[in-house]
């Protein structure tokens, strides 16, 4: 059964400062995708990897994924109050072709 | 740009009641699905569609059941809300065909069981 692990839960940092939010997941998969949610809002898409080795930017925020660790990476660079939000990463259960497993979610505060 | 809206932004209800949120995109996906969202849980999958009249469970079916008459539409019923259901209810679709599994998302339902 695919799992879906993200760490930190919660993250409060400065403006400016750089961060990682990381994404581990327990079986195969080379698809992984990652979500903004602001408050009382619904989930955007930010970011589609498909392969090993993948990098998506976007402004602020970087993402990588390593399918043989099955680790992906979000990294947040010189951090504003506008990335204050929640971030999930869901990762594509092959054997369900239909199926997106997410993880719980990391808050994100960027203090001024 | 796709569109999914839901039916209610908030729902009150009283335990025992028959509970209907109705999910409609307009982009002609096949694909439909219902979660729950729930703090420190994520969303968990409760039912999808791949088609007209047809489901799937999820990984958390157990109080709810789906409806799915028309394409563009996709229904999650709860036959007898308890208060364990108060959560908020996310729809999402996407289409057929496509080679991920990029899904997009409703503005989601804010149910309260009381």
């Known amino acids: 059964e695919l799992k879906v692990e993200q760490n930190p839960l919660f993250l409060s940092m400065q403006e400016g400062k750089n961060y990682t939010i990381y994404c581990n997941y327990s079986?195969?998969?080379?698809?992984l995708y990652w979500y903004r949610q602001d408050p009382g809002k619904s989930l955007e898409s930010l970011f589609v990897l498909l392969s090993n080795g993948a990098v998506k930017q976007e402004g602020r925020l970087m993402a990588s994924l390593d399918t043989k660790a099955r680790l992906s990476t979000l990294h947040i660079t010189a951090a504003v109050h506008d990335l204050s939000a929640t971030y999930f990463c869901a990762v594509d259960d092959m054997e369900y072709g239909n199926k997106l497993v997410f993880g719980a979610g990391t808050i994100l505060r960027v203090k001024s | 740009d796709v569109k999914v809206t839901q039916s209610s932004r908030y729902l009150v209800k009283r335990t025992g009641e028959k509970v209907f949120l109705e999910c409609v995109q307009d982009?002609?996906?096949?694909?439909m699905f219902w979660y729950r969202q729930d703090p420190g849980l994520g969303l968990r999958l409760i039912y999808f569609?791949?088609?007209?009249?047809?489901?799937e469970k999820g990984d958390i079916p157990e109080g709810y059941s789906v409806s799915r008459e028309k394409k563009e539409r996709f229904s999650l019923i709860l036959e007898s809300a308890s208060t364990n259901q108060t959560s908020m209810y996310l729809c999402a679709s996407r289409p057929e065909g496509a080679s991920y599994n990029e899904q997009f998302f409703g503005p989601g339902t804010r149910l309260t069981v009381l």
């Open positions: 569609s791949y088609d007209v009249k047809m489901k």
């Open positions: 079986t195969t998969s080379d698809r």
């Open positions: 982009m002609d996906h096949e694909n």
